[in-house]
T-cell receptor, first 116, second 116 residues
Framework: DTGVSQDPRHKITKRGQNVTFRCDPISEHNRLYWYRQTLGQGPEFLTY????????KSRLLSDRFSAERPKGSFSTLEIQRTEQGDSAMYLC??????????????FGPGTRLLVL | AQKITQTQPGMFVQEKEAVTLDCTYD???????LFWYKQPSSGEMIFLIYQGSYDQQNATEGRYSLNFQKARKSANLVISASQLGDSAMYFC?????????????FGKGITLSVRP
């Protein structure tokens, strides 16, 4: 049983460019989450999907950020017109969606973004 | 809203000894879940242990146990028989009734270094 995978693992881009990250959850996990983690901090919630429906978005998710999960499997997170403040680790997590209220989220290895 | 506080500076422990990592939380939700994750330098968040607020007993998972004191709003992680591979960042997190199926709220983390 493979874990959550994310691609790419590292991304360096210039300010103003668009970037897209991909997350493949654990097979048959219905719920998928995106978090952002800056240096010295814990992860902060960005958004959450139940199957293909985006059910919650944090105010951290500005208009330049968009996330999709078109077929309820993998998800993409796009950042348009990147800014230096977007430099962070972007973490994806998934959970079964069948285990009750406080079910465990399992995280991927993350994508480290550096905006120059 | 939920809040997690982890205020310990970097922690050091001798190999094979036990160590306690502190976590206090604040929430107005009557029920909630508490989690501990480990983040090695590679970046992946690894789930360690879960405690439900109405669980009668403190959670244990192998060398990990959770010292849950509800009245004091603390959920300290105890690692017994420390190993060199335990050196990592440790994050306490919670989910309340509001958004029970969505976001985790994390603390800032604690760095643990295990000395040989």
């Amino acid at each position: 049983d493979t874990g959550v995978s994310q691609d790419p693992r590292h991304k360096i881009t210039k300010r103003g460019q668009n970037v897209t990250f991909r997350c493949d959850p654990i097979s048959e996990h219905n719920r998928l989450y995106w978090y952002r983690q800056t240096l010295g901090q814990g992860p902060e919630f960005l958004t959450y999907f139940q199957n293909e429906a985006q059910l919650e978005k944090s105010r951290l998710l500005s208009d330049r950020f968009s996330a999709e999960r078109p077929k309820g499997s993998f998800s993409t997170l796009e950042i348009q017109r990147t800014e230096q403040g977007d430099s962070a680790m972007y973490l994806c997590a998934s959970s079964p969606g069948t285990s009750g209220r406080y079910e465990t989220q399992y995280f991927g290895p993350g994508t480290r973004l550096l905006v120059l | 809203a939920q809040k997690i506080t982890q205020t310990q500076p970097g922690m050091f422990v001798q190999e094979k000894e036990a160590v306690t990592l502190d976590c206090t939380y604040d929430t107005s939700d009557p029920s909630y879940g508490l989690f501990w994750y480990k983040q090695p330098s590679s970046g992946e968040m690894i789930f360690l242990i879960y405690q439900g607020s109405y669980d009668q007993q403190n959670a244990t998972e192998g060398r990990y146990s959770l010292n849950f004191q509800k009245a004091r709003k603390s959920a300290n992680l105890v690692i017994s028989a420390s190993q060199l591979g335990d050196s990592a960042m440790y994050f306490c997190a919670m989910r309340g009734e509001t958004g029970a199926n969505s976001k985790l709220t994390f603390g800032k983390g604690i760095t643990l270094s295990v000395r040989p």
